[in-house]
């Protein structure tokens, strides 16, 4: 089945810098990509994703990059603020017989101080 | 304008006896999943919904089962919790199977085995 590593485990990141979270997924027919966001006590909640025929996609602060051919994928927040402080999870799925079934990461805590 | 409610927020249980977690969602979407999160760890995926069809992953162990007797509801039973089942408890729902669709999740339901 799938495996996605998730990069740093932790990141610490003082106001203003840039943040970037990297992931690698093991199953090649892997088709999409969604980031979540999980503050505490909440449940996770979408941020943003990218499908497996699109390199890049940016939203405001929030990008995220894909690689196929090394099958990775990264997550960048520019202009960090100390509420982008959460744990970050990326995310790996295909359709088809898969249900579009979410293999996660292990997750990255990040703090963003003032 | 909550959209995927899950009661209790903290359930607390005696080692043996059988629990019951509930989810509840507005969005009339067809998909309800449960996911297992043990702390520090990415979300697992338990089973899922579509409509009235049950799919289970096929490493959840048979103490866990799920009813959904509507649309609208989705119940995790686990019928003897042991320790190692103390988590927190996640439900999502998606609008439909497949690539790209949105999953929402509840706040979830953190479990606590004495």
């Known amino acids: 089945g799938e495996n996605v590593e998730q990069h740093p485990s932790t990141l610490s990141v003082q106001e203003g810098d840039s943040a970037v979270i990297k992931c690698t997924y093991s199953?090649?027919?892997?088709?999409?990509f969604p980031w979540y966001k999980q503050e505490l006590g909440k449940g996770p909640q979408l941020i943003i994703d990218?499908?497996?025929?699109?390199g890049e996609k940016k939203d405001q602060r929030i990008a995220v990059t894909l690689n196929k051919t090394a099958k990775h994928f990264s997550l960048h927040i520019t202009e960090t603020q100390p509420e982008d402080s959460a744990v970050y999870f990326c995310?790996?799925?295909?359709?088809?017989?898969?249900?579009?079934?979410?293999?996660f990461g292990q997750g990255t805590i990040l703090t963003v101080h003032p | 304008d909550a959209m995927v409610i899950q009661n209790p927020r903290y359930q607390v249980t005696q080692f043996g006896k059988p629990v019951t977690l509930s989810c509840s969602q507005t969005?009339?979407?067809?998909?309800m999943y449960w996911y297992q999160q043990k702390s520090s760890q990415a979300p697992k995926l338990l089973f899922h919904?579509?409509?009235?069809?049950?799919?289970n992953e096929a490493d959840t162990p048979d103490n866990f089962q799920s009813r959904r007797p509507n649309t609208s509801f989705c119940f995790l039973d686990i019928r003897s919790p042991g320790l190692g089942d103390a988590a927190m408890y996640l439900c999502?729902?998606?609008?439909?199977?497949?690539?790209?669709?949105?999953?929402?999740f509840g706040p979830g339901t953190r479990l606590t085995v004495t």
């Open positions: 999502a729902t998606s609008r439909d199977l497949g690539l790209g669709y949105e999953q929402y």
């Open positions: 199953d090649s027919a892997s088709n999409y």
């Open positions: 990218i499908r497996s025929n699109v």
């Open positions: 995310a790996a799925s295909k359709g088809g017989t898969s249900y579009g079934k979410l293999t």
């Open positions: 969005l009339n979407h067809n998909v």
């Open positions: 919904y579509y409509d009235k069809d049950f799919n």
